[in-house]
């Protein structure tokens, strides 16, 4: 017999790296998941920019589950730019943003004003979600 659980993992902007966030969900279902996210709370009031489902598996031979399904990243709201956009309305603060983007082959970014300005690579696959922000 294979067991299979279902999760949501809800990132919010932390210090260095993103504050994660992980809940057992029915089912991987955006509807309730963006109602969870009204929910979490991270250090410093951060509340989160995004998820992502997982499914953890393991049959009775398995010691431990392994993650056997992930989503793409679901963003809450945000503003998308392509580079040439960041390059031109580009300040003296966008000069590292830029040099990320232009190294590591990066077409998208997404910011994300929900709790703290925060800015990711924004995939091909990933979706972003009608969300409002404390800016609206």
Known sequence: MKMKVHFVTFYSPGTFVAEESVKPIPSWDVELAKTMALG??????????????????????????????????????????????VKARATTRDSILIANMEN???????????????????????????????TD
């Not at 953890?56 to 998308?80: H, I, K, N, Q």
């Open 40 to 85: 979490i709370k991270e250090r410093y009031g951060a509340t989160p920019y995004g998820f992502r489902f997982s499914t953890r598996s393991r049959s009775e031979e398995d010691l431990d589950s392994r993650v056997t399904a992930e989503s793409p990243r679901y963003f809450l709201g945000g503003t998308v730019e392509t580079l040439a956009e």
């Open 104 to 134: 590591n082959g990066w077409d998208r970014c997404i910011t994300n004003r929900n709790s703290f300005t925060s800015t990711h690579v924004l995939e091909p696959d990933d979706v972003v979600l009608d969300w409002p922000s404390i």
